[in-house]
């Protein structure tokens, strides 16, 4: 059984550096996918009580929905669409300080007011993103992209 070790009372940076080799602790003896994505959503929730925190799979020309934490989301996802989907076309991260400004935004939720988008890849191919979401205006910023695009490149070695 695996524990979540976390002080709540550090920066934010000592806290994803405390979580990384928890991460890779967690996914190390599982060889199911879908289960070491699910857990790695528990534990960034968890951590961060982010609004929702989850994954899309890349599955033929569509981002479809994986383990994720948080309300109801959106299901399929177009290449190029929304966030999500741009992230996928450029095959880099998207930090958005506020959705409602960004040209084709998807609106899974009313209440997601800010998005962090980090393509998962493989041999320089998107495979899945790890979308986040935030109630509040600019809440991700370069200590979030430096760190999960970190816990990405991990996730890149499960697929």
């Not at 934010?12 to 879908?34: G, H, N, R, V």
């Not at 929905?65 to 290449?79: K, N, V």
């Not at 409602?100 to 998807?106: C, D, M, V």
């Not at 986040?132 to 370069?142: C, I, K, M, P, R």
Request: with cysteine; proline share 3%.
């Amino acid at each position: 059984m695996h524990e979540l070790h976390l002080n709540q009372h550090i920066s934010k940076e000592e806290k994803y550096s405390s979580l990384l080799p928890q991460l890779k602790a967690l996914t190390e003896d599982e060889s199911d996918l879908i289960a070491n994505l699910a857990n790695i959503t528990a534990v960034l929730k968890e951590a961060f009580n982010w609004w929702w925190v989850g994954f899309y799979l890349v599955k033929e020309n569509e981002l479809v929905l994986g383990p994720f934490q948080g309300p109801i989301a959106c299901t399929r996802i177009g290449f190029g669409k929304g966030v999500c989907g741009s992230t996928w076309k450029q095959k880099e991260t998207l930090l958005v300080a506020d959705v409602e400004k960004f040209p084709g935004h998807i609106a899974c939720s009313s209440a997601s007011r800010s998005e962090i988008v980090i393509p998962i890849l493989i041999n320089g191919q998107v495979v899945a993103v790890l979308d986040v979401d935030s109630e509040y205006l600019d809440h991700f910023d370069l200590t979030d992209r430096k760190y999960l695009e970190l816990v990405c490149a991990d996730i890149s070695n499960l697929f």
